[in-house]
Each structure stands twice: as C-alpha cells, then as structure tokens.
C-alpha cells in the first residue's frame, strides 16, 4: 500500500509503517511545504492514500472535489501515537481507504466517509 505523509504528521511514523512494509513518502522530506492543494495532487498522481492530521485536506476534497486516492486523518492523538493509530486503520480499512474513503481516527471516535458515487466515475 502506498501512502504520502503530510508534513504534519511526526516523522517517525515513515519508519514505522516502512518497517511494517508500507511505501511512504514523507511530505516532510520535501525541500519546503508545497501547500495543501499541491500534496493532495501529488498523493493522487502517485496513487498514495494521503495521512494528515489537517481538516483542510477533507475540505478540499469534498467541497472542492479535488480527486484523491483516501484519505486518513489523525486526530488528538500524541506523535508517539501516531504510527499504531495509523498501522491500525490501514490494517482495518486499508480497502475503503484505496478506494477513495476519508477516514478520521481520533480516540474514541471514528468516523468513515465513503467515496461519492460520482467522484469513483471519474477515475
């Protein structure tokens, strides 16, 4: 499964998910922050499912319809938390994921959001 960390979220977890066997990409490796617009287009040309910790990522794709390959936020969650929350929710709903869903992990609370009928005719 390939993944593209925003630059928010603690690098450690790139180690983690690349010693579980994930292809990432860590947006925080990137000579400056292109902007959010620009990391949700890349994640989507390289077919990576995009983990932020920034809402603005779900606005963009669900208010603005910029396409995506799935989103997965974190919420409230401590940076050392970060790759098992993540390595969790990939393991549970890595297939809704891929397929366009934006999942939101926060503790106790999750929330999925399917991908829209229309936004999967266009792919």
């Known amino acids: 499964m390939k993944l593209l960390l925003d630059t928010c979220v603690w690098g450690g977890v790139r180690s983690a998910l690349q010693a579980a066997g994930y292809d990432v990409v860590w947006a925080g490796d990137w000579p400056e922050d ?26 963009l794709a669900i208010v603005r319809g910029t396409p995506h390959c799935g989103i997965l936020r974190l919420v409230n969650l401590a940076a050392r938390q970060q790759a098992a929350v993540c390595m969790r929710m990939l393991a549970l709903y890595g297939k809704e994921l891929q397929s366009g869903a934006i999942v939101t992990a926060e503790p106790g609370r999750l929330r ?9 005719n266009h792919r």
């Open 112 to 120: 999925i959001r399917p991908p829209d009928v229309e936004e999967m």
């Open 34 to 59: 292109p902007g959010d617009q620009e990391i949700l287009a890349r994640a989507y040309e390289e077919g990576r499912i995009l983990v932020t910790l920034d809402k603005d990522f779900g606005e």
